[in-house]
């Protein structure tokens, strides 16, 4: 063993330490939605409930949760469609200027988003698009293609053509093999890119607040702007707690697709 | 001999038989979505940006006006402030990758070398959660925290000490690195875990003491994956304008970029997002020839 029993402690503390650096702000929010004033003075005077009543029927709210959701589906499913369609091609052909894609792919994801914003927004301004829901939708598709284009790539890789081989020699054509033999191997990978995309895309604000424009607000943005009302404070805890336990939700989702990808393999 | 009677192929069946014959157009129409949309969507948007760099507006309505000068980037060079916010921005991005590094390597080791199987997977679902989510919420948090009569003020008060308030760059420091935490755990974890413990061995029988080990064997081998984890700490901090306003008074070149996107100057935001984009494309260059892209 390389590790001395010293050394082990120290890890072990270290790692705790960063763990409670990890949540704590998390917890901190979390016992803010609780708090029954309005002023964000610690610790909180009283407990309540009053502000999750608040949140549930604020229009304002509800409006955005429903931009942020069409908006996260719309960019999935392009960034699906053609993240998978290069993947495809990446992986199964040799052409003058693949390496060139597979640079470009990761672009998006690299430069820092104010600069796709910016692009965007200016592009959007020159060519005289309105802002609205469609042009967050082609904005957060940008940087969502890598995402389903990087776990395509991956399973493809690992998928072994003798399948796809046999289907061709019993008859199948073109179509029915992709539809009945590699739709089905790519489907887990398909399932945690396109949720990783709708996370993205869910959460994203940096790009987002370029290419909205006014009227349309998603759940970021309308954070964004109520933090700026100190009377909205109340409830924009109550929506950050509710963020919070929502990325529950793919976490535990990826770990069955994990475990199921895992059991498939073996 | 029997024959059956086989019914004519259909449209379908035709097509996929002539696309079959033609690899190179099956080639063309998988292309066709996702160039044509990376090219003309993304780098032709980046096109119009960087057009935009050398043009100017009229001083009178504001318009942005198609002449090709070089206004905004002397202004640039020559306004002592646009200078001072670069190199804050650069200095910030380079400090905050460092810090990530040195936080990042203990829990990313113990998860890797030190860690149960079970508290190795529960390690990495409690470091994966805070990546699926919530940037905002999160940097609300540290605003709530950090703010007068906050947590950490009460935490201070007993020392006679009191929190920082809004207005210090350090807050900017503590919570973009607290943010971009997980995208360097996780490749040094999964880069560590790649390294075979039998050359950890081979080192140790050939009479490395542990830090020669960790020092010449682990180091060089984690390598690319910290140059990885490094690509988005430092990325995300250059791109970062939200954070900086929200928990400290202090101007990134993200926020001379948005700010000026619609009420000041789009030429002159064109031109400062030149400094972001050449300097991740040398890093990204430069982590290619490193190896991480495969860390990625």
Same mark, same amino acid.
């Given at each position: 063993?390389?590790?001395?029993?010293?050394?082990?402690?120290g890890?072990?503390i270290m790692?705790?330490?960063?763990?409670?650096?990890?949540?704590?702000?998390?917890?901190?929010?979390?016992?803010?939605?609780?708090n029954a004033?309005?002023?964000?003075?610690?610790?909180?005077?009283?407990l309540?409930?009053r502000?999750?009543?608040?949140?549930?029927?604020?229009?304002s709210?509800?409006?955005?949760l429903?931009t942020?959701i069409?908006?996260?589906?719309?960019?999935?499913?392009i960034?699906?469609?053609?993240?998978?369609?290069l993947?495809?091609?990446?992986?199964?052909?040799?052409?003058?200027?693949?390496?060139t894609?597979?640079?470009?792919?990761?672009?998006?994801?690299a430069l820092?988003?104010v600069v796709?914003?910016?692009a965007?927004?200016?592009t959007?301004?020159?060519?005289?698009?309105?802002?609205?829901?469609?042009?967050?939708i082609?904005?957060?598709a940008?940087?969502c293609?890598?995402?389903?284009?990087n776990?395509?790539?991956?399973r493809?890789?690992?998928?072994?053509r003798?399948?796809?081989e046999?289907?061709?020699d019993?008859?199948?054509?073109?179509?029915q093999?992709?539809r009945?033999?590699t739709?089905?191997?790519m489907?887990?990978?398909l399932?945690?890119?396109?949720?990783?995309?709708?996370?993205?895309?869910?959460?994203?604000?940096?790009?987002?607040n370029?290419?909205?424009?006014?009227?349309?607000?998603?759940?970021?943005?309308?954070?964004?702007?109520?933090?700026?009302?100190?009377?909205e404070?109340?409830v924009?805890?109550?929506v950050a707690?509710?963020?919070?336990?929502?990325s529950?939700?793919?976490?535990y989702?990826?770990?069955?697709i994990?475990?199921?990808?895992?059991?498939v393999?073996? | 001999?029997?024959?059956?009677?086989?019914?004519?192929?259909g449209?379908?069946?035709?097509?996929?038989?002539?696309?079959h014959?033609?690899?190179r157009?099956?080639?063309?129409t998988?292309?066709?979505?996702?160039?044509? $949309? @990376?090219?003309?969507?993304? =780098?032709?948007?980046l /096109?119009? %940006?960087?057009l935009?760099?050398?043009?100017?507006?009229?001083?009178?309505?504001?318009?942005v006006?198609?002449?090709?000068t070089?206004?905004?980037?002397?202004?640039?060079l020559?306004?002592?402030?646009y200078?001072?916010?670069?190199?804050?921005?650069?200095?910030m991005?380079?400090?905050?990758?460092?810090t990530d590094?040195?936080l990042?390597?203990?829990?990313?080791?113990?998860?890797?070398?030190?860690?149960?199987?079970?508290t190795r997977?529960?390690?990495?679902?409690?470091v994966l959660?805070?990546?699926?989510?919530?940037y905002l919420v999160k940097?609300y948090?540290?605003?709530?925290?950090?703010?007068?009569?906050?947590?950490?003020?009460?935490?201070?008060e007993p020392?006679?000490?009191?929190?920082?308030?809004?207005n210090?760059?350090?807050n900017?420091?503590?919570?973009?690195s607290?943010l $971009? @935490?997980?995208?360097?755990i =996780?490749?040094?974890? /999964?880069? %560590?875990?790649r390294?075979p413990g039998?050359?950890?061995?081979?080192?140790s029988?050939?009479g490395a003491?542990?830090?020669?080990?960790?020092?010449?064997?682990?180091?060089?081998?984690v390598?690319?994956a910290?140059v990885?984890?490094?690509?988005f700490?430092?990325?995300?901090?250059?791109?970062?304008?939200?954070?900086?306003?929200?928990?400290?008074?202090?101007?990134?070149?993200?926020?001379?970029i948005?700010?000026?996107?619609?009420?000041?100057?789009?030429?002159?935001a064109?031109?400062?997002?030149?400094?972001?984009?050449?300097?991740m494309?040398?890093?990204?260059?430069?982590?290619?020839?490193?190896?991480?892209?495969?860390?990625?």
């Open positions: 063993m390389l590790e001395s029993g010293w050394v082990r402690i890890l072990r790692t705790g330490v960063t763990l409670a650096f990890i949540y704590l702000p998390l917890v901190v929010l979390a016992v803010y939605a609780f004033s309005r002023s964000q003075v610690w610790p909180p005077a009283g309540s409930l502000w999750f009543a608040e949140a549930a029927t604020s229009g709210v509800l409006e955005a429903g942020s069409v908006a996260a589906a719309g960019a999935t499913a960034a699906l469609v053609l993240g998978t369609a993947a495809l091609a990446v992986q199964r052909y040799r052409f003058f200027g693949r390496e894609i597979s640079f470009l792919v990761i672009l998006p994801i820092p988003g796709t914003g910016i965007l927004a200016a959007f301004k020159t060519i005289g698009i309105r802002f609205g829901l469609p042009t967050i082609i904005g957060h940008t940087f293609v890598v995402i389903a284009y776990n395509v790539l991956a493809l890789r690992r998928l072994p003798s399948a796809e046999a289907s061709a019993l008859g199948a054509d073109t179509w093999t992709f009945r033999i739709l089905p191997m489907r887990t990978a399932l945690s890119g396109g949720l990783l995309a709708f996370a993205l895309s869910f959460d994203e604000v940096i790009v987002t370029f290419t909205a424009g006014p009227g349309t607000e998603t759940i970021p943005l309308w954070i964004l702007s109520a933090i700026q009302r100190p009377n404070l109340p924009v805890n109550v707690l509710f963020l919070i336990l929502l529950v939700i793919p976490v989702l990826a770990q069955r994990g475990a199921e990808t895992a059991t393999t073996r | 001999m029997t024959t059956h009677a086989v019914p004519p192929p449209f379908g069946r035709r097509l996929a038989t002539w696309l014959r033609h690899p157009l099956q080639l063309g998988l292309l066709a979505g996702p160039v044509g $949309w @990376l090219v003309i969507a993304y =780098l032709g948007s /096109a119009i %940006l960087l935009n760099a050398f043009w100017t507006t009229d001083s009178f309505s504001g318009r006006v198609p002449t090709f070089l206004e905004s980037f002397q202004t640039l020559t306004v002592e402030v200078r001072t916010i670069a190199l804050r921005t650069l200095g991005a380079v400090a905050v990758t460092l590094i040195l990042a390597f203990p829990i990313a080791y113990y998860m890797a070398r030190v860690a149960s199987r079970g997977g529960f390690l990495v679902v409690a959660m805070p990546l699926w989510g919530s940097v948090a540290w605003r709530v925290i950090l703010q007068g009569n906050g947590l950490l003020d009460w935490a201070l020392f006679g000490l009191s929190g920082p308030g809004l210090q760059v350090a900017s420091w503590v919570v973009l607290y $971009w @935490l997980p995208y360097m =996780l490749p040094i974890y /999964a880069g %560590l875990e390294i039998s050359l950890l061995e081979a080192s029988d050939l003491k542990a830090g020669t080990t960790f020092r010449r064997v682990i180091v060089p081998l390598l690319p910290v990885a984890g490094s690509i700490t430092f990325s995300l901090t250059l791109g970062d304008y939200i954070t900086p306003t929200m928990v400290s008074h202090t101007k990134f070149i993200g926020n001379v948005y700010d000026n996107s619609s009420l000041g100057s789009l030429p002159l064109a031109a400062f997002s030149f400094v972001p984009i050449i300097v494309v040398a890093y990204l260059l430069i982590a290619r020839r490193l190896g991480a892209f495969e860390s990625l």
